[in-house]
């Protein structure tokens, strides 16, 4: 299977296809290739930032996004502008990142999904493991798995704890609810704390270190900066570099729900939409998620910073990610968990030695690619048993293409599918969705029902898995986030990291 498909990649593009022949000509893989140019176990950075939509600079996705440090490490190497999850919620985006197995083969499609529990992921070789196998030291900081569901067998080290991958941030007097919604962390404000009390910042702290002293081994070194997931609590001086009267709404048109099939509909958090306008506090959240944006974005610089001014600026690949899409009342939708394009996209870039700087990728990627595209950057064997494709040969040539389209999945049937101008959906009831991105980027005209696109959609359903594993049981009780958050405190606490 595997071979038939890398087989296709072939012939889907001419000058990989040369490049291809001349190394079977000499007996060698195009991976080979690329591996003899690479400096010898090159080290990784491993940097994901929570709940990040394409409202950065490099992307595009919103006018006032002030990111200097995503623009900065987009010129140091190449970005993926049609970059999706394969969920769009953090814990079955996450494990399929760090499984290399597709959510529809685990059946982990939630957030309370017990993964470790799936038959398909029970012995599953998370990416670190696979790493630490080949000889590397393999640790890191903050959000990397799910809240709920660290792994700690996937490391040597893990700060501040392998079960708790982040201290406990700067909130609000208990029971305070900042924007007057009542609506858990579903809020935003100001908040008076230091920044370098902040998880992100003491996250950073740790990487920071770590970039800046020699090891023993090559280094899988993991970072995962939690802003801006929910809730946007921030120092009012992040808030006023978004001055309201200045903050942009997404754009939306009426009646776009009109012709959105029922399936499509039960996904929209009808109520989120209406609390945030009865509130008034929607240029607020857009202001707040900006902000937030803004203090990941800071975060990433101090830790570029510190791998520039260290003594591995020249042998270490970075990969940055983010687990899913975010909307902010695009189709009166909130938050992340359905399938439209500012949904599911993702910032995903890749820098390191030999690789081209300050180029971007038209080609549909998918998170599901990260591990195998990792191993290849360093030089490793590639499993099998992965459901992604190495996006190297995509790195190094940018009419290169995958054979199948991105395909995201939202829960057991629903799958959506994107090509260089196409997203195709269709739900686990039949129904569907297509849109146009060439004349319709913000997927307001539902084409699915036009007869002239009926072998455009029939091209897209053959790339629809055809077997899917059932879900994977949930936690019997998944408490409500700030109870979790004080679950953690206790373990930290019990653990010595509090007094
Ligand atoms: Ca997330
Ligand atoms: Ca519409």
Redesign the pocket.
């Known amino acids: 299977m595997k071979i038939a498909f890398n087989q296709i990649k072939m012939i889907a593009c001419v000058s990989t296809m040369a490049k291809v022949l001349i190394s079977l000509a000499l007996g060698i893989s195009s991976n080979i290739l690329f591996a003899e140019k690479k400096v010898e176990s090159p080290n990784i950075l491993f940097i994901s930032i929570?709940?990040l939509n394409d409202w950065i600079e490099p992307l595009g996705g919103h006018p006032n996004a002030i990111t200097p440090n995503l623009n900065r490490l987009t010129k140091m190497g190449v970005s993926f502008e049609r970059a999706y999850c394969s969920a769009p919620?953090?814990n079955p985006?996450r494990v399929s990142i760090m499984t290399g197995i597709r959510p529809h083969k685990s059946g982990v499609y939630e957030n309370n999904s017990i993964w470790r529990n799936s038959p398909a992921l029970k012995n599953a070789k998370t990416l670190p493991q696979n790493f630490s196998e080949n000889g590397y030291k393999v640790f890191g900081a903050g959000k990397i798995f799910h809240t709920n569901f660290p792994d700690p067998e996937s490391w040597d080290h893990f700060w501040p704890s392998k079960k708790v991958q982040r201290p406990i941030p700067p909130l609000p007097p208990e029971g305070t609810s900042l924007n007057g919604m009542n609506t858990s962390h579903f809020d935003w404000g100001s908040v008076d704390f230091p920044v370098e009390e902040h998880s992100d910042w003491l996250v950073t702290d740790y990487i920071v270190d770590q970039l800046s002293k020699s090891h023993d081994k090559p280094f899988f070194l993991a970072c995962g900066i939690y802003y801006p997931?929910l809730p946007w609590y921030l120092p009012q001086e992040y808030l006023d570099r978004f001055p309201l009267d200045s903050i942009q709404l997404p754009k939306t048109i009426p009646g776009d729900l009109d012709d959105l099939p029922e399936a499509a509909k039960e996904n929209i958090r009808f109520k989120d939409h209406q609390n945030v306008i009865e509130h008034g506090e929607w240029k607020k959240a857009v202001q707040a998620y900006l902000a937030s944006i803004s203090f990941a974005d800071e975060c990433l610089g101090r830790v570029l910073d510190a791998l520039k001014n260290g003594p591995h600026a020249n042998n270490t690949y970075i990969v940055l990610w983010s687990?899913?899409g975010w909307n902010l009342g695009e189709k009166q939708h909130w938050r992340?968990f359905a399938l439209w394009e500012n949904t599911v996209r993702v910032p995903l870039i890749f820098a390191g030695p030999d690789l081209p700087q300050g180029e971007t990728r038209g080609a549909p990627a998918n998170l599901i690619d990260v591990y195998p595209t990792l191993l290849n950057l360093a030089g490793l064997e590639i499993p099998k048993t992965l459901d992604g494709d190495s996006l190297v040969p995509l790195i190094e040539d940018d009419t290169a293409r995958l054979s199948a389209p991105s395909l995201t999945t939202w829960g057991k049937g629903n799958h959506s599918l994107r090509s260089d101008r196409w997203r195709y959906t269709r739900y686990s009831d039949g129904t569907e969705e297509l849109y146009d991105h060439e004349n319709d980027p913000h997927e307001w005209y539902n084409l699915a029902d036009k007869t002239e696109h009926a072998d455009l959609i029939q091209s897209f359903q053959k790339y629809l898995p055809t077997q899917e594993a059932d879900p994977t049981p949930g936690e019997a009780y998944s408490p409500p986030f700030f109870e979790r958050l004080e679950e953690k405190r206790q373990i930290l606490i019990s653990e010595g990291f509090y007094k």
């Open positions: 929570d709940d919620a953090c985006s997931h687990d899913h992340k």
